[in-house]
């Protein structure tokens, strides 16, 4: 498949992903020996923050006190959406027992994770969304101990309307640090915390590479690169729409990919003539970000017929992805590759990032060829049990008795063994490889 560039991206994702590991992995093995006192003192070197780092209940009553009331209702609605969809999503998890052969009982239970900690960006930008998307979810999933932890601003401390979101939507601790420092701080449970059983949320690139050092130790939600969007767009789509929507995204950050893939190419042009435009007229901060992202990573592709688009997308594996097409129901059945799915010109990504209600931490850098996003899945584990009658053990014994010695294991094959001989004493038994 010979795809028609129309523009074509200078970089990709990984470009410039920095030598990070080594800056991480020394403040990691620091912060560990050092516990506290070294976590305390990062905050001060690069967060220039000396406030209370564990947050009193009176600053968090203080902080919500900040927050207008229209803001606070709109946090609570959108911590509803998602905590209502969080709820559907565990009501699709549920134990259950089989019989598998008579005698011989099986099931499985979802257990959530005992402590979790949750990362909410702070720096560039104040993602209270953040909150309401990780806080929410883990409490829904019944964990039973969720620590919530954002960059202070200096002489500041965190945005009162994050300490607002994680206090709303569950949060039992809420800590000042940011970077790597909170990370560990929640891995390795400083400041009287738990330690985390799993990490979970958004960050920089050291945010993410501090995760990735600490997965297997502890869980983490997926490995995190920039932020990336798609829009799958055909003749009928609304250019000034497409273009408005390529620019919300690429103001994530100068290495976010934003890319158009259509079968129009009046479309097309017309796109490539509004998003300068339109990036021109953001603010300052807004508009360095979405330039350099809009440069350096943005692609928008010319594709023969929507099947061609639809496999384009899926080799992509966007972690948004929307369609601003005909026959919406075609894509939703057709599409594989996705962290998140917005189908139509009424809804947006920037929706789901903020209140529309599934979670918005989502698999990026092609991730979502092999995982979803954040869920109530995600924090609880799906593990198995047993237990049989006599009878039920006999044909199991045996036959794990002659595999094992097919395999070599001497030793699990005489666990077999003397459980038939115990409970079957006058029964001779074949339990060789070979009988």
Known sequence: MALNYLKKAAKTASTDAGETREIVQRMLSDIEAGGDAAARRYAVELDK??????????????????????????????????????EAQHGSLSDFQVELVPGLITGQRAIPCRSVGCYVPGGRYSHVASAIMTVTTARVAGCQHITACSPPRPGLGINPAIIYAADLCGA???????????????????????????????????????KRILFGRVGIDMFAGPTDSLILADATADPMVVATDLVGQAEHGYN?????????????????????????????????????????????????????????????????????????????????????LFLGEETTVAFGDKASGPNHVLPTSGAARYTGGLSVHKFMKVVTWQRATREGARPIAEATARISRLEGMEGHARTADIRLKKYFPDTAFELSANG
């Open 49 to 86: 923050y000396e406030g209370n780092i564990v947050l009193t209940r009176d600053e968090i009553d203080a902080a919500r006190a900040l927050v207008p009331q229209k803001l606070q209702d709109d946090i609570r609605f959108a911590h509803d959406n998602v905590r209502r969809f969080a």
């Open 172 to 210: 039992d601790r809420i800590m000042s640090l940011g970077g790597v420092q909170g990370i560990a701080a929640m891995a390795f449970g400083l400041f009287d915390s738990p330690p985390a059983d799993i990490l979970v949320g958004p960050g920089n690139q050291f945010v993410a590479e501090a």
């Open 256 to 340: 976010s990919p934003v890319w158009l893939v259509t079968d129009s190419e009046a479309l097309a042009r017309a796109v490539l003539e509004l998003v300068p435009v339109l990036i021109s007229g953001l603010p300052e901060v807004n508009r360095v970000n979405a330039e350099a992202a809009w440069r350096d990573y943005a692609e928008v592709i010319l594709c023969a017929s929507r099947e061609e688009m639809a496999a384009t997308s899926d080799d992509y594996a966007p972690e948004h992805l929307t369609v601003q097409a005909g026959d919406l129901d075609w894509w939703l059945n057709r599409l594989q590759c996705y962290g998140s």
